[in-house]
């Protein structure tokens, strides 16, 4: 289905933005990755070994975080699991 293939390419867009935004353009495919089986659900990126659901990585780039401010979410994100 086409809208689904323009989700795919539209949430990579996302997940490569966020990436080079707050980890560095360093870092390489093999470095980050849509957790689930074949890259079906896109809905939790894993970033070296920090984790980001879809929801979040929207939020942090629509509202234009700065590192300072994703960290500090990040972290009071894992204080409320």
């Given at each position: 289905m086409k809208?689904?293939?323009q989700f795919?390419?539209?949430t990579d867009d996302l997940a490569k933005e966020f990436v080079e935004k707050y980890f560095g353009e360093g870092l390489v495919d093999d470095d980050y990755f849509w957790v689930g089986s074949q890259d079906e659900d896109r809905e939790v990126l894993c970033v070296n070994d920090d984790f980001f659901n879809l929801e979040d990585i929207v939020r942090i780039?629509?509202?234009d975080y700065n590192t300072k401010q994703v960290l500090e979410f990040y972290d009071n994100?894992?204080?409320k699991k």
């Open positions: 809208i689904l293939e795919d390419k539209a780039l629509r509202y994100r894992l204080d």
